[in-house]
């Protein structure tokens, strides 16, 4: 493809890097994202990608707009209380790039869905809230081969990881890191335990910013190591994420 006079204009600042470019913008736009989510994570997410021009963005979130969701969830406003979150988003995103495709799943994430909705993206972004959808991410993702960059956080906390599947060289997966789900009383939900509005936008803007290194192959890949940000200290921290030889999905002998 080549860039119309109005793109060179709107994607300026990207064509004068030269790890980017015209040949990186175009592929940009010739990509695809599924963000799972369109709440705190969600939200900036879509938002950056696109005015970045990735080209196709899906959105899965079978939830409406609430009002306490406007402390940190950008891509809704005021008058979008009660609509449905993936109707909202879509409208804001029209408004800040019209010239990107937005397909909306308003439905929540399950096995049976699952295979349907990812066919045909080329890397999914999660932000949902809950362990069953991480780990249902995590594992058709790491089946059928498609980069998952995740993030969570709470309070005052966010973590952000990358799983990518490699055969030659294994990096960890989310069961190598969390084999098994915490008790829910052990995790406290945003709506018990509070959340930093802003902390939403940090972490969503540096997961956008691992999604746009995937989808252009730059830079150092967050894949093997744990990011973690404390808002209180204003401290970033990476951990390396060992790959887990006995892990169900991703280990010598898989049971799952």
């Known amino acids: 493809m080549e860039l119309t006079e109005e793109q060179f204009h709107r994607y300026a600042r990207h064509l004068i890097l030269d790890e980017v470019g015209e040949e990186g913008q175009e592929k940009l736009l010739e990509s695809s994202v599924l963000v799972v989510g369109a709440g705190g994570l969600g939200a900036p997410l879509l938002m950056y990608l696109a005015a970045a021009g990735v080209g196709t963005l899906g959105i899965i979130d079978d939830d409406e707009v609430d009002l306490t969701n406007l402390q940190r969830q950008i891509v809704h406003v005021t008058d979008a209380v009660g609509q449905k979150k993936t109707d909202s988003a879509k409208a804001t995103l029209a408004a800040l790039n019209p010239g990107i495709n937005v397909i909306t799943h308003d439905v929540r ?50 973590q952000l990881f ?3 599947r490699n055969d030659d060289a294994p ?86």
């Open 109 to 158: 994430l399950t096995a049976e869905n699952a295979e349907t909705i990812i066919a045909g993206y080329d890397l999914v972004a999660d932000g949902s809230d809950n362990f069953e959808t991480r780990y249902l991410l995590n594992d058709h993702c790491y089946r059928v081969g498609i980069p998952l960059i995740a993030a969570a956080m709470l309070r005052f906390e966010g």
């Open 162 to 164: 990358t799983f990518r």
């Open 171 to 256: 990096t960890a997966c989310y069961r190598c890191i969390f084999p098994e789900a915490p008790p829910p009383e052990m995790v406290p939900r945003c709506e018990e335990a509070g959340i930093l509005g802003a902390l939403a936008a940090v972490m969503g803007s540096l997961q956008t910013t691992e999604v746009l290194k995937e989808l252009l192959g730059l830079g150092e890949s967050l894949a093997g190591r744990m990011l973690i940000y404390d808002s209180l200290a204003t401290e970033f921290h990476s951990i390396k994420l060992p790959h887990d030889p006995d892990c169900a999905l991703c280990g010598d002998n898989p049971t799952i």
